[in-house]
């Protein structure tokens, strides 16, 4: 099974501060797919495909990365960002897995 | 457009069996897989399996083989998860999504499940 590590768990931005949350996945996979939740709701998908952001989704968020490393950015925090965020991998020989989840708050 | 509307919550006895339904609409239901995630009380999530309802054929997270049947009803569009010999341990809310290609594309509302005496 390929396991996620997200960083960090929890974190606290400022309106405008620049954020980045990382996923380090055991073993090399394909892409990365990301998910925002806020309390009480389902996940959203938030981008797939590593960088494409999914339907509605501000574009001052952007993803990357390739291999075991991958981030999730956003350009300038905004206070609608307060979430939580899943990394989320499927690949061939390991079932689908999702990271522990990072719990961005505003300042 | 896409939606998934599954059934309410349930309170349910340890030991006993739940069945949850997850029904599809806005797109052709036969074409896409449809995965089912477990989300117990604030923590991450964790991918169960999924059934592709024009086969019938499933794939499992092998956490939960002999937890979790999963079955569908072409006639309704309509997915079901039934959980067995529950334990506090299952109490969790569970959402039916939509898998396109490696991703959870769309998400039901969730079921929330308390295993109870």
């Known amino acids: 099974e390929i396991v996620l590590t997200q960083s960090p768990t929890t974190m606290a931005a400022s309106p405008g501060e620049k954020v980045t949350i990382t996923c380090r996945a055991s073993?090399?996979?394909?892409?990365m797919h990301w998910y925002q939740q806020k309390p009480g709701a389902s996940p959203k998908p938030w981008i797939y495909?590593?960088?494409k952001l999914a339907s509605g989704v501000p574009n001052r968020f952007s993803g990357s990365g390739s291999g075991t490393s991958y981030s999730l950015t956003i350009s300038s925090m905004e206070t609608e960002d307060t979430a939580t965020y899943y990394c989320?991998?499927?690949?061939?020989?390991?079932?689908?897995?999702f990271g522990s989840g990072t719990k961005l708050e505003i300042k | 457009q896409v939606k998934l509307l599954q059934s309410g919550a349930a309170l349910v006895k340890p030991g006993a069996s739940v069945k949850m339904s997850c029904k599809a609409s806005?797109?052709?239901?036969?074409?896409?897989?449809v995965s089912w995630v477990k989300q117990s009380h604030g923590k991450s999530l964790e991918w169960i399996g999924e059934?592709?309802?024009?086969?019938?054929?499933?794939n499992f997270n092998e956490k939960f083989k002999g937890k979790a049947t999963l079955t569908v009803d072409k006639s309704t569009s309509t997915a079901y998860m039934e959980l067995s010999r529950l334990t506090s341990e299952d109490s969790a809310i569970y959402y039916c999504?939509?898998?396109?290609?490696?991703?959870?594309?769309?998400w039901g509302q969730g079921v929330m499940v308390t295993v109870s005496s």
């Open positions: 495909d590593t960088s």
């Open positions: 073993s090399s996979v394909s892409y």
């Open positions: 806005g797109y052709t239901f036969t074409d896409y897989w």
């Open positions: 989320q991998q499927w690949s061939s020989n390991s079932p689908l897995t």
């Open positions: 999504t939509r898998r396109a290609t490696t991703a959870l594309r769309y």
């Open positions: 059934i592709y309802p024009n086969s019938g054929a499933t």
